[in-house]
């Protein structure tokens, strides 16, 4: 069992606005992946919205559409962070082991052609007793790790002026 760390404590000049994507194939993983996430966003003291695909595959295409729309919707917020939940269980077939991979490859993908701060909790899990565990907040964690991954990427890209100064594509 791994030991429980402190939690991070995080400074920003303007409250950070995160999307949370959440994929909803097996909803008691999801439930437990999105209440870690958003316990750190709120400790955080970050403002969220949360979107729900139907599984991990589509996480990154819900990400894109968000970035795509400040092409066509001026008075959309931008997002300062992504959080990608999800959960892949392994079956008799080599499904879930392409669904995990090309979920999370598709991600780091969209990540870094477009300099985003994000936090990835795709689970990719043998049984729903190790994925339990895994997103179970007083246990692993991993919806909370997720979700302080992408606010340390956040500030990163501050520090590195790689964020809009403003928030709104226009006012």
């Not at 409250?15 to 097996?26: A, D, L, N, S």
């Not at 139907?54 to 992504?82: C, M, T, W």
């Amino acid at each position: 069992m791994e030991k429980k760390r402190a939690p991070s404590v995080f400074k920003f000049s303007q409250k950070p606005h995160i999307m949370i994507v959440e994929g909803r194939f097996y909803n008691d993983i999801a439930d437990k992946l999105l209440q870690g996430a958003k316990a750190v966003l709120d400790r955080a003291e970050a403002s969220y919205e949360v979107f729900t695909v139907p599984g991990s595959f589509e996480v990154p295409a819900a990400i894109v559409y968000a970035l795509k729309s400040l092409n066509f919707d001026a008075s959309r917020r931008r997002f300062d962070g992504y959080v990608a939940l999800g959960c892949v269980l392994k079956g008799a077939t080599a499904h879930a082991e392409i669904v995990g991979q090309e979920s999370t490859r598709a991600l780091q993908e969209v990540i870094l052609r477009y300099a985003l701060a994000a936090g990835n909790a795709i689970l990719t899990c043998d049984t729903i007793t190790q994925a339990l565990e895994r997103a179970d907040p007083s246990r692993q964690d991993r919806g909370g790790a997720a979700a302080e991954a992408c606010l340390h990427m956040i500030g990163h890209k501050n520090h590195f002026r790689l964020s809009p100064q403003k928030r709104w594509v226009a006012r």
